[in-house]
């Protein structure tokens, strides 16, 4: 059982939007960064947000992250079928004094 | 341009130990740490522990505290994770990745490591 809490799996249809939540604590979310990560099948995770809602450069602005107390949400606009895969949000948790990943959503782009 | 190449796979049977390379190139290793991150097939993400490109500090997870060493050579670029007294359930692929606290920017293309009897 993971820290973060995310939903096991989202879908939308292509060109829709889809948010994926994380839900934390006081002691990680609450009061730390939040990043998330996209992994492809088969590949190496990818950073799509890091600090709550930044971007990386060459990440598209269709990704978006945002922060709300003890919880965080992953926004995708303008679906693509290149967009089906495992997303996982993470942070520090200060009571851990250990970095923490959500169990991971799976995205299907109908 | 940023790169971390990994060792290629590994068997190993329980009890034994293994290390895993992870060479950096396009940047200045001192001035990151590099992450270890794990995930055990069909599983999730598992953080492993930092160790400071600069000063070797390191930092572990409480699963693996004990059993794993992350060490750094910095005329080579290259961190080395060490696992020790391998399990089963240690079975996994596992990152290497520039950053130390949520600003895992570039990752390693994965080593997959196989305790098995």
């Known amino acids: 059982q993971s820290v973060l809490t995310q939903p096991p799996s989202v879908s939308a249809a292509p060109g829709q939007k889809v948010s994926i939540s994380c839900s934390g604590s006081?002691?990680?979310?609450?009061?730390?960064?939040v990043s998330w990560y996209q992994q492809l099948p088969g590949t190496a995770p990818k950073l799509l947000i890091y600090?709550?809602?930044k971007r990386p450069s060459g990440i598209p602005d269709r990704f978006s992250g945002s922060k709300s107390g003890t919880s965080a949400t992953l926004g995708i606009t303008g679906l693509q079928t290149g967009d089906e895969a495992d997303y996982y949000c993470?942070?520090?948790?200060?009571?851990?004094?250990?970095?923490?990943f959500g169990g991971g959503t799976k995205l299907t782009v109908l | 341009q940023v790169r971390l190449v990994q060792s290629g796979a590994e068997v190993r049977k329980p009890g034994a130990s293994v290390r895993v390379s992870c060479k950096a190139s396009?940047?200045?290793?001192?001035?990151?740490?590099i992450t270890w991150v794990r995930q055990a097939p069909g599983q999730g993400l598992e953080w492993m522990g930092w160790?400071?490109?600069?000063?070797?500090?390191?930092k572990y997870a409480q699963k693996v505290q004990g059993r794993v060493t992350m060490t750094a050579d910095t005329s080579t670029s290259t961190a080395f994770m060490e696992l020790g007294s391998l399990r089963s359930d240690d079975t996994a692929m596992y990152y290497c990745?520039?950053?130390?606290?949520?600003?895992?920017?570039?990752w390693g293309q994965g080593t997959l490591v196989t305790v098995y009897s």
């Open positions: 990745a520039r950053g130390q606290v949520g600003d895992f920017d570039y």
């Open positions: 396009g940047y200045t290793f001192n001035n990151y740490a």
């Open positions: 160790i400071s490109g600069d000063n070797g500090n390191t």
């Open positions: 006081i002691t990680n979310i609450g009061s730390n960064y």
């Open positions: 600090g709550n809602d």
């Open positions: 993470g942070t520090w948790d200060s009571s851990l004094s250990a970095w923490v």
